[in-house]
């Protein structure tokens, strides 16, 4: 069946390549009609918004409007550079992505090495049903959970006591120096399973051949592990880890807002919380969209870099 | 003995040990994936007094069914549920619907927009206007605050979905829409007739992703919705609960009679119980799906 299709396609495409483009495009209305709403709506709602980006050089005010509103130039990013809080944010925002990025992607390619060494399926199967559920909860949920378990007299600190650890129950929320790594325990808690899924089909792409080699030239277990199965996963590894650079502008945003309080507020606020914080409760919407303006930007400089090197490692693009 | 036997024997010696340790470790993991959430409900049914003194594990240490019993006769939840309820219900479907109508058009190699449309779509995926400029288009622009189409509206269609649906087209055999085309259907029936019905696997996932991520959001209630009570979900009840009871924890640590003047079904556990309420409707569906989302995840994640 497969083999005719392609000579059917040719005699398709050849009247339509003579034809032109709009007579084509004529013919072909039916999947203009179901394709072209959803694109007139992604324009108008991910791409006019851009639209707005005007205002971060603006004192934006709705009433005005964007037309209306006075000019500043660039005296929002000035304003925003000198603040400490901003660059705070920066910072938070980048050090809890690269701590999600790297407890995320050691965690979940140990659990899917783990994993792949079990050969009892139903085991296997127990194990990913569990570790996939906390996926589905939401974080209002899992921060819930959270404050439960890192409570002055939650499980954590129960724990610890009993073990000798510590003598005084350690105020895990309540303290900024914490936050970051609660933040990337929370996290992997959360993914963990999820994120061993790709890793887990990447590594049944593997031929079986090469375990069964490797185990006549003498290979143990590790050493089937070290140089089978990481070699197997290493395009799928590196491809991951090209396209979380491109996201490390984007540290999550929920669970620092909800999991954050006053106290904790140096560590745990986020450019996306900066953002939400001046442009939503006060109200100051052009220093705030210049804020978001300046992620984004990064963002996308960050996502070329991290494409062009993937190019280079002659890798798939990401795009 | 030879060294081939030697090695021979120390590799079966390593298989001896490594499957029971691994057992161990993985079992240890499930333990600390379920603790919290078994913790949660031990919580919610536990009296709320008594929850105050902490240190309940997996089993509640004085039994009581109140928080339910106040949950369950608070109309506002209702509603909540309602709201949410729809809102997952409506998105879902507008999604499957339009996500697979444009993920068919746009794996048809002939269609002469589907380069175009394509990259516009998927650059969506990378390029984000930012928090402020949406809040202006959907609040000023369109003045959709305090409506129930603000959480359907701006959540109808999802590049990553459709590009894990093209992707499961892709993989169905050509022969099956030329022939069809063959005997005269159109694009629109083709899709709706063959290749809807026979892309229910991947649909299933995506609607798992797309109802899951309906039900659990709370930040377009907090955004758009914050001044209509009769727009509250579960998720956004539930994050003012957690709000509340982060200011009675921290009252409790400075004031000492904090015990005396709580009420007996304090926030910790109504919070937990909500949690419980809140989460069975996606621990009974998520089960079933679990053989359909693997597939789709790495169907998705090949081509994304």
């Known amino acids: ?319 | 003995m030879t060294t081939t036997a030697m090695s021979r024997a120390r590799s079966r010696k390593g298989n001896g040990i490594f499957p029971y340790v691994n057992g161990v470790i993985l079992c240890l993991l499930m333990f600390l994936t379920l603790y919290p959430v078994i913790n949660t409900v031990a919580y919610s049914f536990n009296d709320g007094t008594d929850a105050l003194r902490g240190g309940i594990g997996l089993w509640p240490r004085v039994y009581s069914l109140k928080s339910y019993v106040s949950i369950l006769s608070d109309k506002s939840v209702y509603q909540a549920a309602f709201i949410s309820a729809s809102k997952t219900i409506v998105t879902t479907l507008l999604n499957l619907f339009w996500t697979g109508m444009i993920a068919y058009a746009l794996s048809r190699r002939e269609f002469v927009l589907r380069k175009v449309i394509t990259t516009v779509l998927v650059l969506t995926m990378y390029v984000n206007a930012g928090m402020i400029p949406n809040y202006l288009l959907i609040s000023k622009t369109l003045g959709l605050r305090n409506t129930f189409l603000v959480y359907i509206i701006p959540t109808m269609f999802s590049c990553f979905n459709m590009i894990v649906i093209r992707t499961y087209i892709g993989g169905l055999p050509d022969a099956l829409v030329e022939s069809a085309r063959i005997d005269g259907a159109g694009d629109i029936r083709i899709f709706w007739q063959i290749i809807f019905p026979l892309c229910t696997p991947v649909l299933a996932t995506v609607a798992l992703f797309v109802a899951v991520g309906a039900w659990n959001s709370w930040f377009d209630t907090y955004l758009y919705c914050g001044s209509d009570k009769n727009l509250y979900t579960l998720q956004y009840l539930l994050k003012m609960k957690l709000a509340t009871t982060q200011a009675s924890s921290n009252a409790a640590k400075t004031s000492a009679d904090a015990l005396k003047t709580t009420t007996l079904t304090t926030p910790v556990t109504i919070r937990c119980a909500i949690t419980v309420i809140s989460t069975v409707p996606i621990l009974v569906v998520y089960p079933f799906l679990q053989k359909y989302f693997v597939t789709g995840m790495a169907l998705g994640s090949v081509k994304g």
């Not at chain 1, 000019?71 to 809080?85: H, I, M, Q, T």
């Not at chain 1, 407890?103 to 783990?114: I, K, N, P, Q, R």
């Not at chain 1, 870099?305 to 490692?313: R, S």
Request: charged residues 15%.
């Open chain 1, 1 to 319: 069946m497969t083999s005719v299709s392609p000579d059917l396609r040719k005699e398709q495409l050849k009247p339509v390549r003579r034809k032109g483009f709009f007579p084509t495009l004529g013919k072909q209305w039916q999947l203009v009609l179901m394709s072209v709403p959803i694109f007139l709506y992604v324009l108008f709602f991910n791409y006019y918004p851009m639209y707005f980006w005007v205002t971060a050089f603006q004192d934006y005010k709705p009433k005005l409007g964007v037309l209306g509103s006075k000019w500043v130039g660039w005296k929002n990013f000035e304003w925003l550079f000198s603040r400490a809080d901003f660059i705070n944010s920066i910072r938070n925002t980048l050090a809890m992505s690269v701590i999600n990025l790297v407890f995320g992607t050691v965690s979940a390619v140990l659990l899917a090495v783990l994993l792949n060494e079990v050969k009892n399926r139903k085991f296997k199967r127990t194990v990913q049903t569990v570790t996939y559920l906390p996926h589905f909860l939401s974080m209002v949920i899992v921060v819930g959970m959270a404050q439960n378990i890192f409570a002055s007299n939650g499980a954590v600190n129960e724990l610890l006591m009993g073990l000798g650890l510590v003598r005084e129950p350690v105020f895990f929320l309540g303290e900024g120096k914490y936050f970051w790594w609660l933040v990337g325990v929370i996290n992997v808690w959360k993914e963990v399973g999820w994120g061993t899924i790709i890793y887990i089909s990447a590594m049944t792409a593997i031929d079986p051949c090469l375990y069964e080699a490797a185990a006549i030239d003498g290979a143990g277990r590790f050493q089937r592990i070290l140089h089978v199965t990481l070699p197997g996963i290493k395009s799928t590894f590196v491809i991951l880890l090209i396209m979380n650079i491109g996201h490390l502008m984007e540290a999550g945003f929920e669970i620092q807002y909800l999991l954050g309080s006053s106290v904790v507020m140096d560590w745990s606020q986020t450019i996306d919380i900066f953002v939400l914080k001046y442009g939503i409760s006060k109200q100051q919407y052009g220093v705030a969209t210049a804020a978001g303006m300046f992620k984004s930007v990064v963002a996308i400089i960050l996502l070329v870099a991290a494409n062009l090197t993937a190019k280079k490692l002659d890798e798939d693009t990401l795009i």
